[in-house]
Antibody, heavy 121, light 106 residues
Framework: QLQQSGPGLVKPSQTLSLTCEIS??????????WNWIRQSPSGGLEWLGR?????????DYALSVKSRMTINPDTSKNQFSLQLNSVTPEDTAVYYC?????????????WGQGTMVTVSS | SYELTQPPSVSVSPGQTAGIACSGD??????ASWYQQKPGQSPVLVIY???KRPSGVPERFSGSNSGNTATLTISGTQAMDEADYYC?????????FGTGTKVTVL
């Protein structure tokens, strides 16, 4: 299971921070990747980035957010986090964390409950 | 950037078969996945690797992928299948989602 936490309201130009706590698996597993995805108010799904461990840690980000986004794994708490800097109203969306096991050939098999984040002053 | 296109809506009568197309350049050379999303809920994986069903997904859900089109088929559609459906693929180190299709069971 994936349990998300974080604020639902962020002011423009500030940093959006969300956490995804993992149960029943390990953030350090070498056969899965841990992802962040968002869904705009119009409904479209957009992959934002991922973190995964294969003898060392790797991060990948979507080009649209690469300059503003950081994903960090926390092995002590078995969770991973998202930080999105310099947010604008266009970052208003429902944010999801999700798992991709290697065995799925790039499918998201488990999703968090979602966090509605509104960017507004 | 890679794009996946779906029809905005599909209507189907209870007990009939619904087909949802997902179009993308040489999509058949990639693996396609499908997600079901009901209002206020997180997406749920219903098909992965073109045609495989995760544990717990009813057999009435099936998938295929060839050429430029992946298809999700719901056989014997039930009222509970009314939802939004999204296709998804991996291209150039990026996960890409389709535009989404609203399935209405009339």
């Amino acid at each position: 299971q994936l349990q998300q936490s974080g604020p639902g309201l962020v002011k423009p130009s500030q940093t959006l921070s969300l956490t995804c706590e993992i149960s029943g698996d390990s953030v350090s597993s070498n056969i899965v990747a841990w992802n962040w995805i968002r869904q705009s108010p119009s409904g479209g799904l957009e992959w934002l980035g991922r973190t995964y461990y294969r003898s060392k840690w790797y991060n990948d980000y979507a080009l649209s957010v690469k300059s503003r986004m950081t994903i960090n794994p926390d092995t002590s708490k078995n969770q991973f986090s998202l930080q999105l800097n310099s947010v604008t109203p266009e970052d208003t969306a429902v944010y999801y964390c999700a798992r991709v096991p290697d065995s799925s050939n790039n499918a998201f098999d488990i999703w968090g409950q979602g966090t509605m984040v509104t960017v507004s002053s | 950037s890679y794009e996946l296109t779906q029809p905005p809506s599909v209507s189907v009568s209870p007990g009939q078969t619904a087909g949802i197309a997902c179009s993308g350049d040489k999509l058949g050379d990639k693996y396609a996945s499908w997600y079901q999303q009901k209002p206020g809920q997180s997406p749920v994986l219903v098909i992965y690797q073109d045609s495989k069903r995760p544990s717990g997904v009813p057999e009435r859900f099936s998938g295929s992928n060839s050429g430029n089109t992946a298809t999700l088929t719901i056989s014997g559609t039930q009222a509970m299948d009314e939802a939004d459906y999204y296709c998804q693929a991996w291209d150039s180190s990026t996960y890409v989602f389709g535009t989404g299709t609203k399935v209405t069971v009339l």
